[in-house]
């Protein structure tokens, strides 16, 4: 169950990070794959930093910020 409840964390994530994102992201379906992604680095970046968010928002959140970063990036790339 806690894969499930990852993979659908991560989905929302990218689907919240492509309406934050001037310009929409690149289509609900990438925004859908780069949440999955985005959900395992903003883990990864907050638990190197030490900081930690409780419960389904805070997990939500971590998710949308490394969304969001990768999101970023991506877009500088397609530059």
């Given at each position: 169950m806690g894969i499930i409840y990852s993979l659908l964390i991560g989905c929302l994530a990218g689907f919240c990070a492509g309406?934050?994102?001037k310009g929409g992201g690149y289509g609900i379906i990438m925004n859908i794959v780069l949440?999955?992604?985005?959900?395992?680095l903003g883990g990864?970046?907050?638990d190197l930093?030490?900081?930690s968010w409780g419960g389904i928002?805070?997990?939500?959140?971590?998710?949308?910020?490394?969304?969001?970063?990768?999101?970023?990036?991506?877009s500088l790339i397609k530059k």
């Open positions: 309406k934050l994102m949440g999955l992604f985005g959900g395992a990864w970046l907050f930093l030490g900081i928002l805070g997990q939500l959140g971590t998710a949308i910020i490394g969304a969001v970063a990768i999101l970023w990036v991506a």
